[in-house]
């Protein structure tokens, strides 16, 4: 990709790929709604119904191809790298935050935010409240949000290689704080309470890290 790739407005970024992403959190809450009402014709619960294998395989599949389908549309909407993972941040963060909005309107659920979700089965399920994806969705939009604006001024937010290490470690840490719950989720039983200070820590360092890139970045513009 040259320098000279033209790159999406500000605007048309925020409407088309928020479109996309609207768009998948209605298929995708609709896809659970139909599971729901054939395992969990009472409301979904734990412990975990029994399903079978070949639908759990056919739903790892689905979800595989959800994040591909936001990484091809990001891929296509951004001019550089930094271009395309905002992208993809505020993709995966409008789908995830309308997929809940669209489960809301289908049937009331989740009845608060403390509610306890399937969040995600690969590479194991994932556990934990409804907020703490949500929250993380906000992030993901307010940084793809920063990075877009800057890039309108022809700014290009560029972390360092250490940076980029500590946010994947970030990411790493709140994964983790869903899937301490997988090994109970997988034996059918209750999952334990959510690790929130795990989370907390994951939140705090990916915020704080990028944060600091900006400031980093907007110095550099000013001098």
């Not at 995708?28 to 975990?48: D, I, N, Q, S, W």
């Not at 505020?90 to 289908?106: A, E, N, P, Q, R």
């Not at 994951?202 to 890290?209: E, N, V, Y």
Request: hydrophobic share 55%; net charge neutral.
């Amino acid at each position: 990709m040259t320098a000279h790739t033209p790159r999406l407005p500000l605007r048309r970024k925020l409407l088309w790929g928020g479109l996309f992403a609207l768009s998948m959190g209605y298929f995708e809450a609709a896809l659970v709604e139909y599971l729901r009402e054939l395992y969990y014709p009472e409301g979904f619960t734990f412990p975990l119904q029994d399903i079978p294998i070949r639908m759990i395989l056919i739903e790892l599949g689905r979800e595989a191809a959800s994040l591909l389908m936001l990484l091809s549309v990001a891929t296509l909407m951004g001019s550089c790298f930094i271009d395309r993972f905002a992208g993809l941040a505020y993709g995966f963060g409008v789908w995830d935050i309308t997929y809940y909005l669209f489960l809301k309107l289908f049937e009331c659920w989740p009845p608060s935010p403390g509610t306890t979700d399937l969040l995600f089965l690969i590479p194991a399920p994932w556990v934990g409240p409804v907020w703490a994806p949500i929250l993380v969705s906000v992030a993901l939009i307010w940084a793809a949000w920063n990075i877009w604006r800057r890039l309108d001024r022809d700014v290009v937010l560029c972390p360092t290689r250490l940076e980029w290490l500590l946010e994947t470690l970030a990411g790493c840490i709140i994964i983790a704080s869903f899937l301490i719950g997988a090994p109970a989720v997988i034996k059918k039983e209750m999952p334990h309470s959510f690790p929130w200070y795990i989370w907390v820590v994951g939140m705090a360092l990916g915020i704080g890290i990028f944060i600091r890139a900006l400031r980093r970045r907007d110095k550099v513009e000013s001098s």
